[in-house]
């Protein structure tokens, strides 16, 4: 773990197991700096542990680096849970995988993630209140938080496209989603309605399908959506997408999407600017669900009060984008340093 490129000293890494239900998996708390750990738990069917610990390790720096930038005062933590192929995670490894929670004394908060669902959350607090994204009631926020993730998305593109394309709206635009899970049919509803006109990809044909029929989405294949001729390229599935190999096929101006982890390294960050690409930090631009979930978990706010925070981050990324600009740093250079700057002063901004 410790040799682990992912590993970025990391307070502490909980591998859990139950063997009652079966349960496997892992949590990685990377700063309590400000705050508890917050993030997500993912459910997957990961090729091997190494591969777990590689994306839970990544996926917890980024939490730490999303909520610091996002003002919260709430540090960075992940979990994921390695489901068996082709079997789905049980109720049981729900409670067990909280009682796992549980024992970490409110180090770490959870919530839920892809593969994970609101219901399966509720399953995690019979065993421990350290869990948001379960309800709401009234006009309190809470539950599925895939609409706000999407919301701050479509804000995000908003400003990416002001920036780099100088379009004020996104009436006409070409922009390709690839993923259509919670956060990207809700984005595709969001665009649709702005009138972009829609490229999608998804490994689930009756989700693409759906899209083509409702919001007149012109279907590609998964392999080749990223290299499609649009003016923005919105990643909505798994992380590491740029890459080397997929860089330099890139048609897009912009890239702007729901997916953790886009960049498979820095270096590809560097690359994407060197092409004249514009980048939208994954941390920055997604963070519309944990504002969200730490609403709903500190009971600070109502919905309207939550939608018109997730709204904030088109602005936020309008001084990001106007910062790179002026001084011709990569957006994710300009996030990073940001995101380490608050961590360092130890106190969130409210």
């Not at 009234?138 to 593109?157: E, F, L, Q, R």
Request: charged content about 20%; some cysteine.
């Amino acid at each position: 773990m410790f040799s682990s490129k992912a590993f970025d000293s990391h307070e502490g890494v909980t591998f859990f197991s139950d063997a009652a239900s079966g349960l496997k998996g892992i949590i990685a708390i990377h700063s309590t700096a400000l705050g508890p750990a917050a993030g997500g738990c993912r459910a997957w069917a990961y090729e091997s542990e190494e591969a777990a610990l590689h994306d839970v390790l990544r996926l917890s720096r980024g939490m730490s680096y999303k909520n610091a930038v996002a003002g919260l005062p709430m540090g960075g933590g992940k979990a994921v849970i390695i489901r068996e192929p082709g079997k789905p995670v049980t109720e049981a490894q729900f409670e067990a995988f909280g009682r796992v929670v549980d024992r970490l004394h409110g180090a770490y908060v959870t919530a839920e993630d892809v593969g994970v669902s609101v219901a399966d959350m509720a399953c995690v607090a019979r065993s421990t209140p350290y869990v948001s994204g379960i309800s709401s009631h009234g006009d309190t926020a809470g539950g599925d938080p895939s609409p706000k993730t999407a919301y701050g998305v479509y804000c995000g593109i908003l400003a990416a496209a002001k920036a780099r394309l100088g379009r004020s709206d996104l009436e006409g635009l070409r922009v390709a989603v690839q993923g259509l899970g919670s956060v990207g049919r809700h984005l595709c509803e969001n665009l649709y309605k702005a009138g972009a006109r829609l490229v999608v990809a998804d490994i689930n044909p009756a989700a693409c399908e759906n899209l083509r029929e409702h919001f007149g989405a012109e279907v590609v294949s998964p392999e080749d959506i990223l290299f499609q001729d649009v003016e923005v390229l919105s990643p909505c599935a798994m992380g590491g997408v740029f890459n080397p190999q997929s860089i330099p096929r890139i048609r897009a101006s912009v890239i702007a999407g729901g997916a953790n982890n886009q960049l498979a390294s820095p270096e590809d960050g560097l690359a994407l600017h060197a092409r004249g690409i514009l980048y939208a930090p994954d941390y920055v631009i997604n963070a519309g669900g944990i504002i969200c979930v730490a609403s709903e978990y500190l009971r600070s706010g109502s919905e309207q009060e939550v939608w018109k925070r997730v709204a904030g981050i088109e602005q936020t990324l309008a001084g990001i984008f106007a910062e790179s600009k002026a001084s011709g740093t990569p957006p994710h250079v300009i996030a990073d340093a940001l995101a380490l700057k608050r961590m360092a002063g130890g106190q969130a901004r409210h």
